[in-house]
């Protein structure tokens, strides 16, 4: 049984910074590939970074390229995951739903089977 919760949400202004937080319950974390998704107003859930239980990590480059303001990490012996968000932008904004999946691949949203409530990210002036 796998639970996940996310934390950190909030508002922020243009240019901010949040981290994210993401507590897995559950056995054998350090197996999983684990990822952050964003549902925004009127779009489809995407991607936005994913890290491998081998330490690989892929970010999202469209809609929004991410890659060299988010950081994806983990803490293995914390059964935790984070998101690092530095430079933030409106287009930042949405629902970041935290996943797991003993197969997940990257950014593909099938391969996650296991899911976080979802934490609010609003950026604005």
């Known amino acids: 049984q796998v639970q996940l919760v996310e934390s950190g949400g909030g508002s922020v202004e243009i240019g901010g910074s949040l981290t994210l937080t993401c507590v897995f319950s559950?056995?054998?974390?350090?197996?999983?590939?684990m990822a952050w998704f964003r549902q925004a107003p009127g779009k489809e859930r995407g991607g936005v970074a994913a890290i491998e239980h081998n330490g690989e990590s892929t970010y999202s480059e469209f809609p929004e390229h991410v890659k060299g303001r988010f950081t994806i990490s983990r803490d293995n012996a914390k059964n935790t995951l984070y998101l690092q968000m530095n430079s933030l932008k409106p287009e930042d904004t949405g629902v970041y739903y935290c996943a797991a999946g003993l197969d997940g691949f990257r950014l593909w949203v099938q391969t996650y089977n296991y899911w976080g409530q979802g934490t609010q990210v609003t950026v604005s002036s």
């Open positions: 559950g056995n054998d974390y350090d197996t999983y590939s």
